[in-house]
């Protein structure tokens, strides 16, 4: 791998990325660019390396700061193109850790693609077609979205059927500070914000608890 590659996910995420690291995540790129000709799973006029690598994968990466890789089980709603699910595996991999991610996704195609990577980069996942709001009673897990549902949405979901989570992670857009401003009317959160690196607009919402009013 040139090693500009790996100074260029230092520069853009200051925190330690080892030449492993990059290794498979430089692969996990390759496998979006090569399927995104056959299905749809980023837009067409950004199915560049480079943006790729800053938009979705340091983006993805960003979470990491509020995840514990000690935990059981990481739940990703709305997996998609695997941001940020196949990066948190990838990291979980390189750190040796035993943190499972298990990947809800309607579309039969992205299951197809993200099992494909999942057995390409030998990563501990399960991917699963599956309406997340029919699951219950998961235990113990730390719930992760991005480009899933509005935030009310989540709350509402959790609330009934994942009351015993860690943590929820969500990645918040242009609108979000909006969204979460009438979300905190109807509801009590405990909450840390951390703001995006690869976006003026957007923030991390890390949400330790939550309550309706």
């Not at 979006?32 to 979705?56: A, F, G, M, Q, T």
């Not at 030998?122 to 309406?131: D, G, M």
């Not at 109807?186 to 923030?203: A, E, G, L, M, P």
């Amino acid at each position: 791998m040139d090693n500009n590659i790996q100074k260029s996910y230092i520069d853009l995420y200051p925190n330690n990325v080892s030449r492993e690291t990059c290794v498979y995540l430089e692969k996990f790129i390759d496998l979006v660019v090569k399927e995104n000709k056959v299905i749809n799973l980023i837009s067409r006029e950004n199915e560049n390396k480079e943006y790729i690598r800053k938009r979705h994968i340091i983006d993805s990466m960003q979470i990491t700061d509020f995840i514990d890789l000690n935990t059981k089980k990481i739940i990703d709603f709305g997996s998609g193109s695997g941001f940020p699910s196949i990066v948190l595996a990838i990291i979980i991999k390189i750190h040796s850790k035993k943190t499972k991610i298990e990947m809800y996704e309607k579309s039969y195609k992205k299951c197809k693609f993200l099992e494909k990577v999942s057995k390409e980069l030998n990563l501990n996942t399960e991917v699963i077609q599956k309406n997340i709001f029919e699951e219950k009673d998961l235990n113990e897990i730390v719930i992760t979205s991005r480009a899933f549902k509005p935030l009310p949405i989540i709350l509402d979901v959790v609330e009934k059927n994942y009351k015993n989570y860690k943590n929820i992670i969500l990645f918040m857009g242009k609108s979000g500070k909006e969204i979460l401003k009438d979300t905190l009317k109807k509801w009590k959160i405990d909450y840390v914000k951390k703001d995006s690196i690869t976006s003026n607009d957007s923030f991390i919402l890390n949400i330790k608890k939550a309550q309706r009013i």
